[in-house]
């Protein structure tokens, strides 16, 4: 029996709500959770770079996974990890036990992560990158929206109590996903080791994936150090700043629902290089007017710009790698997160030694570098995806 494409949709983006919700949801929990355990401020520092380990773990073995195995347990793995995790949390009472609920979240995170974009690459036998931007759409609904949400039902439980209902309520999935058939495994009869060590040799995959590296981490520089550049170089308040960075997050979220409809008219390489040029003019925008109202357009415009990035090419590589769609992608997703952490660490570098006020440049760079790769690559996409 085949697979119904709607419903295998709908899973992979349960599976991507899913992983916006937890991602978000930690942050906003931790503060209170270090205050319960007694943890300092390096303690909880300490905790939360965990979850990037654990993600980058999953995003490694996911794709291996669903080649062999195809995506009904992995799904379910990522879905009951999560779970686990979060009830890990609610119950955590020393720093060790905290640590590992952390790290447990982020596997399964990065396991939902990644197999759900490697799904919908599957199931789209044209317009892959329109199908994984509509996609990309669920995460921000869970990241948007987890934080009105606790913020509800906060009055209502303590956190404990609330820990817990969220994660019965992250088990649900779990049910849906293991009652619908999938896309075969790609190699249900052994792993090609050699193939496998191939793609790690491949110079498009890895090119695309350094692509995806620079994307990311111009995005964790967004994300991470947009409010605290805000307050400190252009006069924001703390709730101005916290809004502007909610704009941020909406523009990108909106273009990805535009996208899916865009990529499926337009060449997606082409939409690729023109956010490129987006990305420099809003960055440009940002460092060149000391205003709220140009600082505010520019991040907008910035998040409107970032947000072809992972769709269109991830949509490259599914399209190249249909043989091995799960091992090629856990590849440059865990190159895109690896970006994000040097990228992170690195941008601490620059605002002790050097100053904030260079965020801006910093995002312009790593965005001229990731063009200059792309235009790069221009021909050897084409003859590769059409």
Not at 270 to 281: E, H, Q, R
Not at 305 to 333: C, E, N
Not at 355 to 373: D, E, K, S
Request: glycine share 14%; hydrophobic share 50%.
């Amino acid at each position: 029996m085949a697979y119904d494409y709607k419903k295998v949709f709908a899973a992979a983006s349960l599976g991507m709500l899913l992983f916006g919700m937890v991602m978000i949801s930690l942050g906003s929990l931790l503060p209170t959770l270090s205050k319960r355990i007694s943890l300092s401020e390096v303690e909880t520092g300490a905790s939360l770079s965990l979850l990037p380990l654990g993600i980058l773990l999953g995003s490694l073995i996911f794709g291996p996974l669903v080649d062999r195995f195809g995506y009904m347990a992995i799904l379910a793995i990522g879905g009951v990890l999560t779970f686990l995790g979060f009830q890990g949390l609610g119950v955590a009472t020393q720093s060790p036990h905290l640590n590992w609920a952390i790290t447990t979240i982020g596997f399964g995170g990065g396991i939902l992560n990644g197999a759900t974009n490697a799904l919908v690459s599957d199931i789209s036998t044209d317009k892959h990158s329109a199908n994984l931007s509509i996609l990309g759409v669920f995460y921000g609904i869970g990241a948007l929206g987890m934080p009105a949400l606790l913020g509800l039902l906060e009055r209502y439980f303590e956190v404990g109590q609330l820990i817990f209902w969220m994660g019965m309520g992250m088990l649900l999935p779990v049910f849906y996903f293991m009652s619908l058939r999938y896309p075969k495994a790609k190699r249900p009869h052994g792993f090609p080791m050699g193939r496998a060590l191939g793609l790690l040799k491949d110079p498009l995959l890895l090119s695309l994936g350094f692509v995806l590296f620079f994307q990311s981490g111009v995005e964790g520089l967004a994300n991470n150090w947009t409010t605290t550049y805000l307050e400190s170089e252009k006069g924001f308040g703390p709730s101005e700043a916290l809004f502007t960075l909610s704009l941020f997050g909406a523009g990108l979220c909106l273009a990805r629902l535009l996208l899916g409809q865009l990529l499926r008219k337009w060449d997606p390489y082409t939409v690729l290089l023109l956010s490129m040029y987006l990305l420099v003019g809003a960055g440009l925008l940002i460092w060149s007017f000391q205003g709220q109202w140009p600082t505010v357009i520019g991040l907008v415009l910035f998040g409107i710009g970032l947000a072809a990035g992972f769709p269109v090419v991830l949509g490259f590589v599914g399209k190249m790698y249909r043989d091995m769609t799960g091992t090629a992608f856990s590849l440059v997703i865990s190159m895109a997160l690896v970006g994000n952490v040097l990228g992170n660490y690195l941008m601490g570098w620059v605002a002790q030694e050097l100053g904030l006020h260079l965020l801006p440049v910093a995002l312009i760079v790593l965005v001229a570098v990731m063009g200059g790769l792309l235009l790069g690559l221009g021909k050897r996409i084409e003859q590769n995806t059409n």
